[in-house]
Structure formats: C-alpha cells, structure tokens
DNA sequence: ATAAACCTTCCACCTAACTGGAAGGCAAGA
DNA sequence: TCTTGCCTTCCAGTTAGGTGGAAGGTTTAT
C-alpha cells in the first residue's frame, strides 16, 4: 500500500506519515522501482497504535520509547507498565492543578456578585492605570 | 524602576516583559535619557495581574483581551464574567477528558493483569512487527 | 579610571507536531 | 497523448511563549 491509502485508512495527512519515519517513530518502509514508500499491514498496525497512544496522551518521543522497549524484549511489558502507571499519575496531578484553578476563578466570581466593580484584587489598579 | 528591577520583583526574565510590550500586552513605559525603559507602580501591577491570569489557564491573547476590555470601559465587568465563566467550562471539558483517558489506561492495566503479554489490541501485531 | 553590571535593538533559536509549497518524477484513465 | 493525480525531496513556516547571544551604549561601584 502507498502513503495515500495507508494516510487514508488512519485519516491524517501523508505528510505527517513521512514526519513520523524522519523521527524515528515509524520504520522506513520498502521503496517500490520509482522510489515511492510500500507500507504492509504492520505498518498499518503499528500507526493506529500510534494514533491511540496519542489520544491518551502520550507524546511522540515516549511512544518511540514504548515502541523500542517492545521490540528490545527484555521483559517490556514491565517497562511499558510503569508508563502507564506514570502517565496515569501524570494525568491525576492535572487534573489536581485544574480543579484548584476552577476552584480560584469560581471564588473570583463569588467576590465580584457581593462588590460589582471586583475581579482579583489588582483589577481595582488596573482601572485606575494610565499611560 | 528600570526593567531589571521590575523582572526581579515578578521573579521573571527581562526578556519576557519585552515580549509581553512586543505582542501589545503591556504599555510601552516612557524612557529615560539614555533609551531605558522605566515602569511605574502600575506596571507592577498590571504584570502581576497577568502572571495571576496567566496561572489559571488564561493565555496572553486571552489576558491581552480581558485588559483591553477593562479599559474600554463599557460595562467590562460583565464581559470578563464571561470570559472566567468559560474558561470554568473549557477547565471542566478538560478534565472530562484527562478522566476518560485515565479510565482507558487503567483497564490497560487491568486487562494486561489478566493477559501477561497484553498492552492494548495492536500490541501483539507489534510485537510480530518486522521491516 | 576602569571594570562590572545594566540597558538597548536585532536576529535567531527552542519545543511539538506537524503543514505548505516548490520543483520535479511517475502513473492511470479518457 | 494529455491531463489529473499521485509520489519524491527539500526548505520553510506555523502556534505559544518565550530565551540566547551579539554588538554596542550607560551607569555604578571601587
């Protein structure tokens, strides 16, 4: 299969296909007599691996990790558990750094419905500020 | 107070708060006889607005705007009500989504509990991967 | 007086993950 | 045959929010 079929089936741009074998992230595939890139079913499969390592949110550079960790063997399914374990860990303190910050703007709410001219208590010098 | 001051009491890069006047976020302060820029108290002011607002998610496009609106005067208040109350829904749909990727991890790891060589559907084709 | 520390502008570079376009080669259908 | 559409490489640009360094002027402390 070419790049424009293998970019069909996953629905991203063939540029981006290229992108990832420049980083390292997908294996150069086999070249046909004018030179255009043959991608296998493995490659296919190895991309919409990608694709879901990407949507839970790991970054391109530790999906090459995850990817090399399996194909080294030594023991990597122990390896690629502590990235989730971490990843998991990762997404808990954002989603604690996002509640404080909802918790914050929800208080500056509160104080401005008691005193209207209120937003935090620099907004008062901010009126105020000339140039 | 010269620049290097004012980066000191808002433990920032001097640089920064030439970029933040490049892209129109801060006023251009007067210069003294020799070019240097000197900022008033309410410069102070304004940059600690901006690193609070910056803190709780806002970006600097989105802090310039909240700024301009305070100084057009026409009901601000009102408008920068608005701009907190959907930066609470955009935190909300965030973290909606952090939960669900968590969710998909962890029954990663519970399927991979399960099923020793196990990551995800397309592990097993990886793990045959070869180029 | 002179060195250290500060300031100026300008240009370029950083991360992350692409995306656009130019210039050119090949392929498939009418 | 001709046109459209695919493919190649290479170079450069995008967003966001800065940061680094060079070349040169100023100020402050010793």
């Not at 008691?114 to 008062?124: D, G, K, L, R, S």
Request: charged share 35%; net charge positive; glycine share 4%.
């Amino acid at each position: 299969m070419r790049i424009g079929e293998l970019a069909k089936k996953l629905n991203v741009n063939p540029k981006t296909l290229r992108y990832w074998e420049e980083i390292g992230l997908l294996p150069p595939p086999k070249r046909d007599s004018s030179g255009y890139r043959v991608y296998t079913e493995e490659h296919l499969r190895l991309c919409q691996f990608i694709l879901k390592a990407k949507a839970v949110g790991f970054k391109l550079d530790e999906i090459k990790e995850i990817i090399s960790l399996i194909y080294s063997g030594t023991s990597p399914c122990k390896c690629v558990e502590e990235k989730i374990r971490s990843k998991i860990q990762e997404i808990d303190e954002l989603i604690e750094e996002l509640k404080l910050r909802k918790k914050i703007l929800q208080e500056i709410l509160k104080k401005r419905s008691n005193t209207p001219a209120y937003f935090c208590p620099i907004i008062e010098s901010i009126s105020t500020f000339e140039e």
